[in-house]
Each structure stands twice: as structure tokens, then as C-alpha cells.
Nanobody
Framework: QVQLVESGGGLVQAGGSLRLSCAAS????????MGWFRQAPGKEREFVAI????????YYANSVKGRFTISRDNAKNTVFLQMNSLKPEDTAVYYC??????????????????WGQGPQVTVSS
């Protein structure tokens, strides 16, 4: 069983930055990809960013492209989301997710088997 533990959420003013971390523990961890998703009140969970566990491929939602950066540290089984130039519309619960068995990059939450607990990110105007 894989556990994903997130940290780094909180309250920040518009224009500020936050860095989320997601550490994986459990059985030998080598997913196909890791992703960050977010869910605002009354809205569906949406894709934010994805990174392949090997190689350098990254993918971003248009709404965060140029402001957010996803990265990973394979030795520490950790993935990060650096969020800059935050906007009030970025306010949401942010979830880390692992696609353990995929063969293609998917932005659908249904393709991710493991999920973190989801820290709150609140951006005030």
C-alpha cells in the first residue's frame, strides 16, 4: 500500500507564493506519473500539473501555466508544486496523486490510484 502525505498549504495574499510537498511511503514506489489536482467548493476536482516519474516531461493546466512548477526528487519519493503569483481563484484543496500503472499521461483523476489528504490553499485578495 502506498501512502501520500502532503504538506505546505496555508493562507497567502494574492501575488504570493506557496510550495506544496508530497512524500510517498509504503511499498517500493515507482509510479508512472504523479499529479497535482485541486478542488474548489462547489466545483469538480481539476487537473493542475503532472510529471512523469522518469524523464523530464511535465504538463500543466492552462490556468496555472507559467506560474506553477511541478518537480520531483526520486531519491526521496517526493513531488513538489511551487506556486507563484497566486490568485484568489487558485483557492482550493490541493491533492497529490499517483498513477501507479498508467501507460500514458492522463489528466483524469479517475486514472490515479493513490491520493494524499489534500491541504487547503487559500489566496486572499
Amino acid at each position: 500500500q502506498v501512502q501520500l502525505v502532503e504538506s505546505g498549504g496555508g493562507l497567502v495574499q494574492a501575488g504570493g507564493s506557496l510550495r506544496l510537498s508530497c512524500a510517498a511511503s509504503g511499498r517500493t514506489f515507482s509510479p508512472y506519473a504523479m499529479g497535482w489536482f485541486r478542488q474548489a467548493p462547489g466545483k469538480e476536482r481539476e487537473f493542475v500539473a503532472i510529471i512523469r516519474w522518469t524523464g523530464s516531461n511535465t504538463y500543466y493546466a492552462n490556468s496555472v501555466k507559467g506560474r506553477f512548477t511541478i518537480s520531483r526528487d526520486n531519491a526521496k519519493n517526493t513531488v513538489f508544486l511551487q506556486m507563484n503569483s497566486l490568485k484568489p481563484e487558485d483557492t482550493a484543496v490541493y491533492y497529490c496523486a499517483a498513477d501507479a500503472v498508467g501507460s500514458y499521461i492522463s489528466s483524469s483523476a479517475r486514472d490515479y490510484e493513490y491520493w494524499g489528504q489534500g491541504p487547503q490553499v487559500t489566496v486572499s485578495s
